[in-house]
């Protein structure tokens, strides 16, 4: 029953649904109210009706986008509450300084920036960032013909899919990238460490498909002096 004061806001069961939407799509004012899920699609009634779906029918609903991470953020573009079933919603990774972005896990995948979701269902995408240079594909460049690095393996990993330096192990790795400037012989070196080292360089472009090309442990004597050297070509 309505009062007759405004059909498109009398609310007598006191629900926050109108009492005109409720008879409409539910046929009296006792089989739904704001906080059911009269679908099941995740929305709740209350959403339906400010969002003007059909709240008896499971298609009819504006997804919702969740995102998370750690070490960094994801802008979102556009970023709302929810969107229109088909809406191409932009997601861009932004690392912590001193970290990387890896992947995208949960409703996404791979490495793609911006990656471009298009809403046809609720999604929860979580961008993963590591420690620069933890993954082979976050490996830090080295430039030119003579460089010195200073780092810590400290909260570094060893990731799935790597090979066993120098025939080691290991627990835990930092990777960087260097294309030879010139052709020639190349030595690096891990003398002055102030920890146990295995070095190991190779070619290849994923992980788990490297091609090796020399490795060491600590072979100019002590226990943190490893060098390799060999041939590099431009």
Same mark, same amino acid.
């Given at each position: ?6 059909? %498109? ?9 109108? $009492?005109?939407?409720? *008879? ?15 679908? =099941? ?8 009706? &400010? ?25 979102? &573009? ?6 229109? *079933? ?13 970290? %990387? ?5 949960? $409703? ?6 911006? *990656?471009?979701?298009?809403?046809? @269902?609720?999604?929860?995408? &979580? %961008?993963?960032?590591? *420690? ?7 490996? &830090? ?11 810590? =393996? ?5 990731? @799935? +899919?790597?090979? =066993?330096? @120098?025939? =080691? ?22 003398? +002055? ?7 190991? %360089? ?13 490795? $060491? ?18």
């Amino acid at each position: 029953r309505m009062d007759g004061r405004n059909p %498109a806001t009398d609310d007598n069961d006191g629900d926050t649904l109108p $009492d005109a939407w409720e *008879l409409y799509y539910f046929g009296n004012l006792t089989k739904a109210n704001a906080t059911m899920d009269s679908d =099941n699609d995740a929305v709740n009634n209350g959403n339906e009706f &400010q969002e003007g779906t059909d709240p008896t029918d499971s298609a009819s609903f504006q997804p919702r986008l969740s995102v998370a991470a750690f070490h960094g953020y994801i802008a979102v &573009q556009p970023n709302l509450s929810s969107y229109p *079933l088909g809406t191409d919603v932009t997601l861009t990774p932004v690392a912590d300084p001193g970290y %990387a972005f890896v992947r995208w896990i949960c $409703d996404a995948q791979g490495r793609a920036q911006p *990656l471009i979701v298009t809403m046809n @269902a609720h999604k929860v995408v &979580q %961008a993963e960032f590591k *420690l620069s240079g933890d993954e082979f594909v976050t490996a &830090q460049p080295i430039y030119g013909t003579s460089a010195r690095i200073d780092a810590s =393996n400290v909260s570094y990993t060893k990731e @799935a +899919g790597e090979p =066993n330096h @120098a025939g =080691n192990p290991g627990g835990k790795s930092i990777w960087w990238v260097w294309t030879a400037p010139v052709t020639g012989s190349v030595t690096f070196s891990t003398a +002055g460490s102030a920890f146990t080292t295995l070095l190991a %360089a190779y070619t290849g472009s994923s992980v788990d498909g490297l091609t090796p090309i020399a490795s $060491d442990i600590n072979s100019l004597g002590g226990t943190n002096r490893s060098r390799i050297t060999f041939n590099a070509g431009t």
